[in-house]
């Protein structure tokens, strides 16, 4: 049964693959890191099933929900792909344990992002290497900081392009693409994870809550991020 599309979302949708079929054309290679949410399940269809030169990856922390796992193998089936992990540094992490212990990024922000940075960050640096240009799934509504993002733009973290073609997306239209293909997606979204990350740090949000709630809860909104996606405006693209 072919997939049903309301014209406007089947617009976005042929839209982003003309973005990055343009952008591979541009830079000759891309990346997507793929967060396995609700976002990476449009890209990972369009990207496997239109664009498979744009390669792949995951970062696996080490503290992922069990749905999350699950998840990852439904999707390697149905595309008949292998979806390339990426690991912390085994050296990085046992010394990040011994010193803070098993859960000690509750204990301050400057310990969760050390976290972050190990489990997370520097596994992501290892595998944008190299590229010209990383593809991310993030969107405007998902918070003030992201609202202010530009679908392409230069990263001078980690000096390279970063490409957001579903940035002007709504989480309405993330849905109806999942469900008119029938895309498998995580259980959690169901349980009120709208953003999920490690098991530790991500909890379902309440009514009213803002859709990032769960994501280091018991911080201040500005800081809950984990380093690969700058929480000012980036500089301008360069000449």
């Avoid at 079929?21 to 990346?31: D, F, K, T």
């Avoid at 290892?126 to 530009?150: K, L």
């Avoid at 733009?153 to 469900?179: C, G, M």
Wanted: hydrophobic residues 40%; charged residues 25%.
């Amino acid at each position: 049964m072919a997939a049903v599309l309301s014209r406007e979302l089947e617009q976005k949708a042929g839209a982003v693959r003309a973005g990055l079929a343009a952008a591979l054309h541009q830079y000759g290679r891309l990346i997507y890191s793929n967060s396995l949410g609700a976002e990476a399940m449009v890209l990972t269809d369009i990207i496997w099933s239109h664009l498979p030169r744009i390669e792949v990856f995951s970062i696996d922390t080490g503290r992922l929900h069990e749905e999350t796992y699950a998840l990852l193998e439904k999707l390697q089936q149905r595309y008949q792909r292998q979806l390339r992990l990426v690991y912390p540094d085994s050296q990085a992490l046992e010394a990040l344990v011994a010193a803070q212990g098993v859960n000690g990024f509750y204990h301050s922000l400057e310990a969760r992002l050390d976290c972050c940075r190990i489990r997370k960050v520097e596994p992501f640096k290892r595998a944008i290497a190299g590229f010209p240009a990383w593809v991310t799934g993030v969107r405007r509504e998902q918070s003030a900081g992201r609202a202010r993002g530009q679908s392409t733009e230069w990263d001078a973290e980690h000096s390279l392009y970063k490409l957001s073609p579903l940035l002007d997306w709504s989480e309405a239209d993330v849905w109806q693409y999942i469900r008119a293909y029938g895309l498998p997606y995580n259980p959690l979204h169901d349980r009120q994870f709208p953003s999920i990350g490690c098991s530790p740090c991500t909890r379902a949000i309440q009514p009213g809550e803002s859709r990032r709630a769960g994501r280091w809860w018991w911080e201040q909104p500005e800081s809950r991020e984990c380093g690969l996606h700058p929480r000012v405006r980036p500089e301008a693209l360069p000449a």
